[in-house]
C-alpha cells in the first residue's frame, strides 16, 4: 500500500508515540459520557453488523464497542498502533491501512466511527475519504465523525518528549457536513462540546451521517 508524503509523516509519528499514546489517552472514554453516548448509538445503529473503527489508534475505542456486543474491526495507518491494539483488545479484528484506501470490502461494514482521525488528512483529501468511507458501508450504514472545531493547521514537531512532524487539521462542522451530504450521506445529529478537564483546550465536533 502506498501511501503520500503527508500520511508517512503521520505513520511515523503515531509509531513513535504509540505507547504513550495507549498509556495517557487509552482510558479516556470513561470521562467522556457524551462520547459514550453516542458510541452507544452507533453500536445500536448497526443492529448487530459489524463496526469498523477508522483511524483506531491502540484500539480503546475498538474495545469499549466491542464490550457493547458490536463485532469490530479497527483500521489504522500505524503499524506500531495496530501492534498494540491487537495485544490489548483481542476481541476485535485490526488492519493496517489508510483512510484513502481502506482495506475493505464494498459494503463490509453496518456503522463505522471515525474518532479525530481525518484532522490529520489535508484539505482536498476529505472528499476523497468520504467517498471510501461510502465504499465500506453499507446502505443506510452508520457513521460517526468527529473532529477539533476551527480554521486553524497546528503542527507538532514534539510530543510527550519524542520528535516527531505531524499535522492536526480544525474544521469547521458545516464544511464537513457538506463533503459527508456531497459523498453520498445525510447528516442526521451534529453536536458540539466544549474540552473536558482531561483534554486539550480545542471544541470538539460530532456529526452523526447515514449512508445514503
Known amino acids: ?21 495507549r498509556d495517557r489517552i487509552g482510558g479516556e472514554l470513561a470521562y467522556k459520557p457524551v462520547d459514550r453516548a453516542l458510541l452507544g448509538a452507533v453500536v445500536e445503529a448497526a443492529a448487530g453488523g459489524p463496526v469498523a473503527d477508522l483511524g483506531c489508534g491502540p484500539g480503546h475505542v475498538a474495545g469499549w464497542l466491542t464490550g457493547q456486543g458490536a463485532e469490530v474491526v479497527g483500521i489504522d495507518l500505524s503499524p506500531a498502533m495496530v501492534e498494540l491494539a ?9 488492519r493496517e491501512g489508510d483512510l ?13 466511527v471515525a474518532l479525530y ?3 490529520h488528512l489535508a484539505p482536498a483529501e476529505l472528499a476523497p475519504a468520504f467517498a471510501e468511507l461510502r465504499r465500506v458501508l453499507r446502505p443506510s450504514g452508520t457513521v460517526l465523525v468527529s ?3 476551527g480554521t486553524e493547521v497546528r503542527r507538532l514537531d514534539e ?23 456531497d459523498a453520498g450521506f445525510t447528516v442526521e445529529a451534529r453536536l458540539e462540546r466544549a474540552p473536558l478537564p482531561e483534554e486539550a483546550e480545542t471544541r470538539r465536533g460530532y456529526l452523526l451521517a447515514r449512508r445514503d
Open 86 to 94: 491487537r495485544r490489548e483488545h483481542p476481541g476485535a479484528e485490526f
Open 117 to 119: 482521525s481525518v484532522i
Open 159 to 181: 510530543w510527550w518528549g519524542h520528535r516527531v512532524d505531524v499535522d492536526f487539521h480544525f474544521l469547521q462542522p458545516d464544511a464537513v457536513a457538506g463533503l459527508l451530504a
Open 147 to 149: 473532529f477539533h472545531i
Open 1 to 21: 500500500m502506498t501511501h503520500t508524503a503527508d500520511h508517512k509523516r503521520v505513520r511515523d509519528s503515531y509509531d513513535l508515540v504509540a505507547q504513550e499514546y
Open 100 to 112: 484513502l484506501r481502506l482495506p475493505a470490502a464494498d459494503g463490509e461494514f453496518a456503522a463505522a
